[in-house]
């Protein structure tokens, strides 16, 4: 995303399988103007996440969730029980096992379309930022 004119910030939970805590929320709140949480490939990361991003969004901030294309079904069914439009990005499952040049090849691969359904249109400011969740 950096080369695409966008800065990003890095934010890690304490684990997967819960909602961030309410600091880090605090923290991408006053420090970023939208989010891609990923990666979800799992369960109960993808209904935390899902969590997560609602969130961030009613709080303002535009974001987009990556998950594994096997829980596709999970986030539709979490977004409805939430009822939250949420948007999603559906990636090949499975995420954990791959090498860092692999998940570098899938952001690049994935990054216009991030972006697409973030901003109406993209940033034109280096001051835009993008906080990155790690699940």
């Not at 996440?49 to 990556?66: A, K, M, W």
């Not at 009822?83 to 994935?110: T, Y």
Request: with cysteine.
């Amino acid at each position: 995303m950096n080369a695409r004119g966008v800065v990003t910030r890095r934010y890690k939970k304490p684990t997967n399988t819960r909602t961030a805590p309410i600091e880090i929320i605090h923290e991408i709140t006053l420090n970023c103007h939208a989010v891609v949480i990923a990666l979800s490939d799992c369960g109960s990361c993808t209904s935390c996440s899902t969590h997560d991003l609602l969130t961030l969004d009613e709080r303002g901030l535009p974001g987009v969730s990556v998950l594994t294309e096997e829980f596709m079904d999970a986030f539709e069914v979490q977004r409805r029980a939430i009822g939250f439009d949420g948007a999603g990005i559906f990636v090949p499952h499975p995420m954990q096992n791959r090498s860092r040049a692999e998940l570098e090849g899938f952001a690049d691969k994935f990054c216009d379309e991030i972006l697409l359904r973030i901003w109406v249109t993209p940033p034109t400011s280096r001051e835009d930022h993008v906080s990155l969740t790690l699940d």
